[in-house]
């Protein structure tokens, strides 16, 4: 093994095997797993001049492991000079503060969970609320325009039929009936009486509007015949 080493490594290896080793902590590595780790790289160096003793190998645990293993090691003032029984009795301790660090994730991650879940009902019911406001809001509304015109006199129905009127848009001069009504039921809450003046003004409106148009008509045919041929 010397004459391998003395002929396929380069002159430092040892030195960059020891810093290496001498640099490493636990970090949130599983202690178990870091002091094997540390051992093995010790065991290359078997046989040179950075080899490290089972003392100092043990030193060097103690004095790089993490913080909430260490609060527990003092605790339990671990007092083992033997290196393997002493990584034993550490790693034991490494597993209770492994499954104590997974119960605290555990809560956090019920607690969170609940948070959200009220969270989405809260969410869920103030959404169920506004459309049930919408929805009453919208029935209301709709209720108020299902309001049944109330029934005719016999004065309005005279009214309809002398002047070309629907019974059911309630409009004179409407130029259809009932059966072909396009305009539908007139809303109650919108309808005013029918009366004899109102009739008389709209029929008087009606003139007002053919006149000006007969007018039209006459000046377009007479203009027509004006136009001298070329």
């Known amino acids: 093994m010397a004459k391998v080493q003395k002929i396929w490594l380069p002159i430092s290896w040892a ?5 290496k080793m001498l640099a490493s902590n636990q970090g949130q ?12 790289q010790n065991m290359l160096l078997r046989g040179t001049t950075w080899h490290l003793t089972d003392v100092n190998i043990l030193y060097h645990l103690e004095s790089h492991i993490k913080a909430n293993l260490a609060t527990d090691y003092h605790t339990e003032h671990v007092d083992e000079t033997n290196l393997w029984l002493w ?9 209770k503060c492994l499954c ?11 607690t969170l969970h609940s948070e959200h879940a009220c969270s989405s009902n809260d969410k869920k019911l103030n959404s169920n609320t506004h459309s049930n406001v ?3 809001t919208q029935n209301k509304d709709t209720m108020k325009l299902f309001i049944w015109l109330p029934t005719l006199t016999d004065m309005e129905r005279q009214l309809l039929c002398n002047n070309d009127g629907c019974f059911k848009c309630c409009k004179p001069f409407a130029g259809h009936t009932s059966s072909n009504c396009a305009k539908g039921f007139l809303d109650g809450a919108m ?3 029918l009366t004899a003046s109102a009739v008389l003004a709209k029929k008087q409106k009606k003139k007002e509007v053919v006149m000006p148009s007969a007018v039209l008509r006459n000046g377009t045919d007479s203009g027509e015949e004006s136009v001298a041929p070329l």
Request: hydrophobic share 35%; glycine share 2%.
């Open 29 to 40: 590595h599983p202690f178990s797993e870091w002091a094997i780790n540390v051992q093995s």
């Open 100 to 110: 104590y660090l997974a119960r605290q994730k555990k809560a956090v991650e019920n």
């Open 87 to 95: 990584i034993e009795k550490v790693h034991m301790l490494d597993g």
């Open 191 to 193: 309808y005013k009486m």
């Open 15 to 19: 030195d960059t095997v020891c810093c």
């Open 134 to 136: 919408r929805t009453n």
